[in-house]
């Protein structure tokens, strides 16, 4: 997993709301945050391993948001980083109680991949989600049977119950775009993507009746990819970019393969994949032009 760490020296004056963000920006956010701090009083990793008794490493972690925050930890390290206003730390210190605590996703951890887990922090803790697909309909736009569908397929003889919870953990997901912080998620699909029968026409008409249903709200956007264009901006395969308001989080562009998963930030990565999501949105059929679309799909089922 790779996470950027923006420049800057400052703690922020404002604790950034756990509920939206979740425990993975937030883990994100201070582990920037304690670098940065280290970094202003030209503390060594080392010399900071040292006053919390554990290795570099951990210290590398800790400051990339990788690993949960103990309190006494990040207490010692904000003394050593001359942090003694308690106004200042317990700001600090919230944010580290809000990064440990365990997401909703926590209750699948049977079911949930640990390369998948991430993403899911960095979903909830998104303003802007956009993606182009070409196999499937994005997660947070299948209805259950689709989804169902789709994951018998990708996990063959599967035990029921096991399949079950995987779909309830992805129905669960759903829920981020109806809260009352939903991010904007612009979903761009190559027409294969509704023209290929998964589970059979009758779960073919169940996802096509559910995205008009949710093409609806105001915060989805949905484009198709007509087959007529020939050649288009994202040949080179699906990928999701997201964007944040949290200044300490840089985009992050998600690539999931088969059994594992990519996360690009460096700005060179973003601003390539934001070209071809951009060039993408013009190539597509227009945004206004989808319900008129699903529905002529739909009368030739």
Known sequence: MIIAEPDGDAVPSQVVRGARSGPTALRIMVGTQLRRLREAKGISGEQAADTIRASHSKISRMELGR?????????????????????????????????SAPGWWHQYSDVLPGWFEPYLGLEQAARTIRSYEVQFVHGLLQCEPYARAVI???????????????????????????????????????????????????????????????CALPNVTLQVVPFDIGGHAAMGGPFTLLRFDAPDLPDVVYLEHLTSAMYLDKPTDIDDYSKVMNTLTIQAAPKEATPALLQSMLDRL
């Open 67 to 99: 690993s949960p925050f103990k309190q006494r930890d990040v207490a010692d390290l904000l003394t050593l980083y001359g942090i003694t206003a308690p106004g200042e730390r317990e700001k600090v210190l919230e944010l580290a109680r809000q990064a």
């Open 152 to 214: 018998a397929t990708r996990h063959g003889g599967v035990d029921p119950d096991d399949l079950g919870r995987r779909v309830a953990m992805r129905m669960r997901r759903q829920d981020l775009l109806t809260d009352s912080e939903a991010p904007t998620l612009w979903a761009i699909m190559d027409e294969a993507v509704l023209t290929r029968p998964v589970g059979g026409r009758d779960v073919q008409r169940a996802q096509l009746e559910h995205l008009l249903t949710v």
